[in-house]
């Protein structure tokens, strides 16, 4: 699925109270094709997506880094109707 990259930072908190973020290489607005992660246990892991980034890596996403192209166009029309 083509979707449109909208976040490219992750909050980070680990067990000893370490605060900081993961930069993925990803371009805010450019568009990328997705995969969905199958996961092996759905349950307790978070679903991702599996996406190419800018370097040519394949790399696991969490899901709020994209949106679909026709969501994401039907919210910028949205903002400039108002």
């Given at each position: 699925m083509k979707a449109i990259c909208v976040k490219n930072i992750k909050n980070v908190t680990s067990a000893t109270s370490f605060k900081g973020e993961n930069k993925y290489d990803l371009t805010i607005g450019k568009i990328y094709e997705i995969y969905e992660v199958q996961q092996f246990a759905p349950n307790l892991l978070p679903k991702k997506w599996q996406v190419i980034d800018d370097f040519r890596k394949n790399v696991h996403t969490p899901l709020d880094f994209f949106k679909p192209i026709v969501e994401?166009?039907?919210?910028?029309?949205?903002?400039i109707l108002k």
């Open positions: 994401y166009r039907n919210e910028q029309i949205e903002k």
